[in-house]
């Protein structure tokens, strides 16, 4: 069945990084594009980041664009998510998330930035 674990997540200080990442399993992870999304305490979830198939095409939400980049590696059926200059307002639940005949998405990571 699909699987997807996301780990990475943790609590950092304002203008820290962490870099997330999401294994999948259970479909053929190369002929998907990938995104992540967070959801805030009170908030709808939104999309943080979008990856094509092969990683030549990202596309990024104006409020994390310029900090994040996402990446993934098709022989280790992995997605990543290298985060900037992290901000309080950045403080989420992060989701992996593959579009196959359905939406699949993982437990989530919780990313905390506090000082």
């Known amino acids: 069945q699909v699987q997807l674990v996301e780990s990475g997540g943790g609590l950092v200080q304002p203008g820290g990084s962490l870099r997330l990442s999401c294994a999948a399993s259970g479909f053929i992870f190369s002929n998907y594009g990938m995104r992540w999304y967070r959801q805030a305490p009170g908030k709808e979830r939104e999309l943080v980041a979008a990856?094509?198939?092969?990683?030549?095409?990202?596309t990024y939400a104006d409020s994390m664009k310029g900090r994040v980049t996402i990446s993934r590696d098709n022989a280790k059926n992995t997605v990543y998510l290298q985060m900037n200059s992290l901000k309080p307002e950045d403080t989420a639940m992060y989701y992996c998330?593959?579009?196959?005949?359905?939406?699949?998405w993982g437990q989530g990571t919780q990313v905390t930035v506090s000082s």
């Open positions: 990856i094509s198939v092969s990683g030549g095409t990202t």
């Open positions: 998330n593959a579009r196959l005949v359905q939406n699949y």
